[in-house]
């Protein structure tokens, strides 16, 4: 249990335009999903909480123009780069959280996209 | 505010040597802590978690953990070493209103890396 799924897995796109990576939970409700950047050999850098129904909140720093994030349904989160740049390239990665008892929540991680823009 | 620190980001044993990567937190509130492990170019998988239940900590692939409160610490451990286990750990801290948007956010370490020689 407790799936998570990326869409696509690789892209390779031209500066200028916009790419959407896709971020399912497959077997459960996540009403919040947290969307994470990984530069090589580094950790996670905590880009935005997604939540559904209502506006992400972006962490400092991450331009809100620049990454849309979109949380349509329980199951579904989008993050769309707007107008990539080469710096733009990395490994996006997503995940769902499963609320526990007491605010123990736990969160599941998709397999990640590969983004390189030329 | 929350921080983790990983001592030693490269780590190499023999593989059935015992394994033990380092993980320090530092929180305002009782912490609630994670480990998770990264193949190559893939998402993160949950090795095991501490919610403030027992302080040793069994999780998947025969890893534990050991919560100590006096030491700021939750060391992973695993005593016999696969080729496989070859990875890159990360440690995680949560922590009860420490919100992003109305869920727990995860502050990570900068990872371990895990090699094991035949």
């Known amino acids: 249990g407790a799936v998570v799924s990326q869409h696509p897995s690789r892209v390779i796109c031209k500066s200028g335009t916009s790419v959407k990576i896709e971020c399912r939970s497959l077997d459960f409700q996540a009403t919040t999903m947290f969307w994470y950047r990984q530069f090589p050999k580094k950790s996670l850098m905590l880009m935005a909480t997604?939540?559904?129904?209502?506006?992400?909140?972006?962490e400092q720093g991450v331009e809100k123009d620049k990454f849309l994030i979109n949380h349509a349904s329980l199951t579904l989160s989008t993050l769309t780069v707007t107008s990539a740049q080469p710096e733009d390239s990395s490994f996006y990665i997503c995940?769902?959280?499963?609320?526990?008892?007491?605010?123990?929540?736990?969160?599941?991680f998709g397999p990640g996209t590969r983004l390189t823009v030329l | 505010a929350q921080s983790v620190t990983q001592l030693g980001s490269h780590v190499s044993v023999s593989e059935g040597a015992l394994v033990l990567l380092r993980c320090n937190y530092s929180s305002s509130v009782p912490p609630y802590l994670f480990w998770y492990v990264q193949y190559p170019n893939q998402g993160l998988q949950l090795l095991l978690k501490?919610?403030?239940?027992?302080?040793l900590v069994k999780g998947i692939n025969g890893f534990e953990a050991e919560f100590k409160k006096s030491e700021t610490s939750f060391h992973l451990t695993k005593p016999s070493a696969h080729m496989s286990d070859a990875a890159e750990y990360f440690c995680?801290?949560?922590?009860?209103?420490?919100?992003?948007?109305?869920?727990?956010?995860?502050?990570f370490g900068a990872g371990t890396r895990l090699a094991v020689h035949p």
């Open positions: 995680a801290v949560s922590a009860p209103g420490f919100f992003s948007g109305g869920y727990n956010k995860l502050i």
């Open positions: 995940s769902a959280t499963i609320r526990g008892p007491a605010s123990t929540d736990t969160q599941y």
């Open positions: 501490y919610t403030s239940a027992a302080t």
């Open positions: 997604s939540n559904e129904g209502s506006k992400a909140t972006y």
